[in-house]
């Protein structure tokens, strides 16, 4: 496992970094715009993260593991947004988080352009969940979920394409799609390793679009037709 002040100078690199951002070009008007927060934290000689398990009352992805974030409003900024949600959702000090920079952009089946932001807690943070939104709060440690034996390669099939991906086991819960994806990517960093996963997720973005995926939001009719679309 890494020592915790290594991840930690591997980590802080981010603030000399720009990751992957994706073409405009190739996101929908109609997608909205959205931010998380992945904050660590020292604590008993190790690093932890936080993540919640969404309650049954919120309209999407219920139940599922994520970072504390959500829909950026007209008068915030991206960072403003993700601090904004993570305080709203878990309870933590926006004023003791170090935004260090930000991980690859992502998207998601609920049609977000998603940017994840990447912080530093000071000292060990008290969580309050939001009876609404979060369901349960997860602070699993670096070494639960760089355990190889805590993970699961799957394969499946969506609208006529094979989908190759990684879940991560923590206690009860299953950490899996966009959430695991930038676990991974973090966790990466952490170890000064880059692969550019954000050029995956937009050639994935790509192929969503060009084929049924978004069918149910197409449907609705007040978004764009599939000729609105750039490859």
Do not use: C
């Not at 970072?67 to 947004?81: C, I, K, M, N, Y």
């Not at 930000?102 to 943070?125: C, E, K, N, Q, T």
């Amino acid at each position: 496992m890494i020592s915790p002040n290594i991840f930690k100078t591997n980590f802080y690199k981010l603030k000399e970094e720009r990751r992957h951002r994706f073409s405009p070009e190739i996101i929908p008007h109609w997608f909205k715009p959205a931010a998380v927060l992945i904050l660590f934290w020292d604590e008993a000689d190790t690093i932890k993260i936080v993540l919640t398990e969404r309650s049954a009352k919120v309209k999407s992805h219920k139940g599922e593991v994520s970072f504390p974030g959500g829909r950026v409003e007209d008068d915030e900024t991206l960072v403003q947004a993700a601090l904004r949600e993570a305080e709203e959702e878990i309870g933590i000090d926006r004023n003791l988080v170090d935004i260090i920079g930000r991980l690859d952009d992502g998207w998601s089946r609920a049609a977000y352009h998603l940017i994840p932001f990447v912080g530093w807690y000071s000292g060990i943070p008290e969580f309050t969940a939001s009876v609404d939104e979060v369901g349960k709060i997860l602070t699993p440690t670096i070494d639960d979920l760089s355990d190889e034996q805590n993970r699961e390669e799957k394969i499946v099939e969506r609208h006529g394409r094979t989908v190759q991906f990684t879940t991560i086991n923590y206690q009860d819960s299953v950490i899996f799609g966009l959430t695991a994806d930038l676990l991974l990517e973090a966790l990466e960093q952490g170890q000064d390793i880059y692969t550019q996963p954000g050029l995956k997720r937009e050639k994935s973005l790509i192929e969503a679009l060009e084929s049924e995926f978004f069918a149910y939001q197409k449907s609705r009719g007040s978004l764009s037709p599939q000729s609105d679309i750039v490859p």
